[in-house]
Nanobody
Framework: QVQLVESGGGLVQAGGSLRLSCAAS????????MGWFRQAPGKEREFVAT????????YYAESVKGRFTISRDNGKNTVYLQMNSLKPEDTAVYYC?????????????????WGQGTQVTVSS
């Protein structure tokens, strides 16, 4: 069974930065692409960023491109999301997830394991 545990969320002022981490259990972490999603109150869960199994390929939602960076350390079974120039509209619960394969993907349905989420709140 795969477990994903996010950390690093919190309250930050607009323009600030946060770094989210997602620690994964299991020996097969490096075989799968990983992704970050977010869900604001009253809204559907939306794609934020994804990274291939090796870390060589990444893809971002237009709303975060140029501000957020996804990375991974396969030796530590951890994926990261560096968030800079945060805006109030980035406020949401952020989830990491493991993809159903090794290439990056953007749809919620293409992920099979999810963390419990970490709250990010950006004040104006």
């Amino acid at each position: 069974q795969v477990q994903l545990v996010e950390s690093g969320g919190g309250l930050v002022q607009a323009g600030g930065s946060l770094r989210l981490s997602c620690a994964a259990s299991g020996r097969t972490f490096s075989s799968y692409a990983m992704g970050w999603f977010r869900q604001a109150p009253g809204k559907e869960r939306e794609f934020v960023a994804t990274i291939s199994w090796s870390g060589s390929s990444t893809y971002y939602a237009e709303s975060v491109k140029g501000r957020f960076t996804i990375s991974r350390d396969n030796g530590k079974n951890t994926v990261y999301l560096q968030m800079n120039s945060l805006k109030p509209e980035d406020t949401a619960v952020y989830y990491c997830a493991r993809a159903k394969g090794n290439s990056y993907r953007v749809s919620v349905t293409q992920y099979d394991y999810w963390g419990q989420g970490t709250q990010v709140t950006v004040s104006s």
